[in-house]
């Protein structure tokens, strides 16, 4: 059986990072990826209109000063595509692939306590052992396909966003239906419109949503940008969002109504999550929060045409926010298009798909293609979906069935030398993902560079600093807006799982500090020997 220091699995912006500090320090390291690239999130979501939500110019890897310099992105916000070939680029120059092996699922690895090292094995039937097992699996890689009555039944072609054909799909003259309207609906609809015959969206829950400005590249702020980019790049990493925005510096409750008017005329004009990060009590204050959500339909109010479609799409069932942010691109407008038809799914629910398309309480609608935009089993699906074996033969994806616990989101008592880039219990997803995975990824390198001066061969979070920081991360989530909603945060998309708000929500600035000192103190809370 092959020996390895680490085994990595993914090939993202994470494994590829773990990747390049772990060999750039002599270790030997076998990566596993399922897919057939480098690319993570974005070798899947080739869906039409995939498109970042954060800019283009401080979504990339921070340790690459001179590429910052000579990569040119052409749009503030990059479309699929250009990150996938900036990931490629960075794989090709760091020779990267070469430690990969993909088309190649781990499905399962357990933790010999005799040697301190895990066994791993992929869907292929390889073995291999190694010292440390990183998980880079990304938070958002696990389709949901919708358990819906008669799904296999449909004649006509069905599609998962999240696993889009890379050779695309040709919607022309197609009668499409459209099921899910988060992020990924949002920004495939207005694509899927300009191509389809008739497009029917088939809406449960109608999504809070901003406007995108997504434009070419400024030549002018790009220069300015790049003239700064260190700066820049301090500035996120010391950032509670991981990204160059002002934050918390406006109290919406302090404002009177024109004052706020003024303010959100303001924030929606420069769109994205700039409408989210200046507020201080956005997310703690239900009236605040509630005169947001007013200017936010009002906003789409005057986008719709008809107001009965206008009324529908606005979200009114969960705070702003607090389910994730859309960033749109003539959404709004999309349904102005006379073949465009919006199925409020709360007044006539999905009772079965048919052969001939999707029968719904009211009516079956004939479609040729079904999409479902129905979104992932967040940020612990790609996790308990292997069968990872602790010291005590126990499952992870048992220990986590009341939701997912452990110590700084890196590390899972009884799980020794396991380390989880972006895990459940850290930042993430409330970041800006490459800040976040970079600070993950530098804090496990340096932890097993430490291990490795000292000789020791073992690492485990302990009970005690484990249920410590799930309570920590429970209560600072509990004392925000965000578990009122039903997302994909809490894991309420997915039937039968634990519902807990799993993200850390106090900011990247505050959790780098908490990890650094945890590391400065000889790395408290876990066990080393
Ligand atoms: P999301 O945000 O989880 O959205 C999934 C959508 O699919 C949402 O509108 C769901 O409605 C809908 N859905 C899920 N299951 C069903 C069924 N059974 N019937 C009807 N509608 C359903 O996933 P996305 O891919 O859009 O975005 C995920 C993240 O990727 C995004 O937040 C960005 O961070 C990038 P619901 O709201 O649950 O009622």
Redesign the pocket.
């Known amino acids: 059986m092959n020996k390895y220091d680490a085994v990595i699995v993914g090939a993202g912006f994470s494994g590829l990072y773990m990747m390049h500090r772990l060999r750039e320090r002599g270790l030997s390291v076998q990566g596993f990826e399922a897919g057939s690239d480098v690319g993570g999130t974005w070798y899947w979501n080739r869906y039409p209109g995939a498109r970042c939500d954060s800019e283009s110019l401080s979504y990339s890897y921070s340790f690459l000063p001179e590429l910052d310099q000579a990569w040119h992105w052409p749009e503030r916000y990059s479309e699929q595509p250009e990150i996938l070939k900036y990931i490629n680029h960075v794989a090709t120059t760091l020779a990267l692939r070469e430690h990969f092996e993909f088309n190649t699922r781990v499905s399962s690895a357990s933790f010999e306590t005799t040697t301190n090292t895990w066994c791993v094995g992929t869907e292929h039937g390889e073995q291999l052992t190694a010292r440390f097992l990183i998980m880079a699996t990304g938070c958002?890689s696990m389709p949901?396909w919708?358990k819906?009555a008669g799904i296999d039944d449909f004649r006509g072609e069905r599609f998962h966003?999240?696993l889009w054909p890379h050779d695309g799909v040709d919607l022309r003259g197609k009668r499409v239906a459209v099921?899910?309207?988060?992020?990924?609906?949002i920004q495939s609809i207005p694509r899927i419109a300009s191509q389809a015959e008739e497009l029917f969206v088939?809406?449960?829950?109608a999504?809070h949503c901003v406007p995108a400005h997504n434009s070419p590249m400024d030549a002018e702020a790009e220069q300015a940008y790049k003239s700064r980019y260190a700066e820049m790049r301090e500035a996120a990493r010391r950032s509670m969002s991981g990204d160059v925005v002002r934050e918390a510096y406006i109290n919406i409750m302090d404002l009177g109504d024109a004052e706020l008017h003024e303010e959100l005329d303001r924030t929606w004009a420069l769109g994205g999550f700039y409408t989210q990060y200046p507020y201080t009590d956005l997310l703690t204050s239900h009236e605040a929060n509630e005169r947001v959500a007013e200017y936010s339909c009002n906003h789409i109010r005057s986008r719709v045409r008809d107001p009965r479609v206008a009324e529908l799409l606005c979200a009114k069932d969960h705070p702003f926010a607090t389910?994730?942010l859309c960033a749109d691109s003539f959404y709004f407008e999309t349904f102005n298009e006379s073949h465009v038809h919006l199925i409020d799914?709360k007044a006539t629910p999905?009772h079965a798909i048919e052969a001939a398309g999707v029968r719904t309480s009211e009516r079956l609608h004939e479609v040729d293609v079904i999409v479902f935009?129905?979104?992932?089993d967040a940020m612990t699906g790609a996790l308990t979906r292997v069968d990872l074996q602790g010291t005590q033969g126990q499952m992870l994806r048992e220990v986590w069935q009341q939701g997912p616990v452990n110590y700084l989101g890196l590390g899972v008592a009884g799980f020794p030398n396991l380390f989880t880039v972006t895990g459940p219990g850290s930042p993430s997803?409330l970041t800006t993902m490459v800040s976040s995975i970079e600070q993950h990824v530098e804090w496990i390198d340096e932890c097993m560079d430490w291990m490795g001066n000292r000789g020791a061969t073992r690492i485990e979070a302990t009970p005690d600093a484990q249920t410590k920081w799930v309570d920590y991360v429970n209560q600072s989530g509990n004392a925000t807006l965000f578990p009122e909603a039903?997302s994909?945060y809490v894991g309420a998309?997915i039937p039968g799982k634990a519902r807990v708000f799993m993200p850390y929500v106090n900011g990247l600035n505050i959790y780098r500090d908490q990890c650094d000192a945890v590391a400065d103190e000889g790395y408290t809370g876990f066990e080393i020997s």
């Open positions: 958002l949901n919708p819906i966003t999240g099921i899910g309207t988060g992020s990924t609906g088939f809406q449960r829950t999504n389910k994730r799914l999905i935009a129905t979104g992932f997803v039903n994909w998309n």
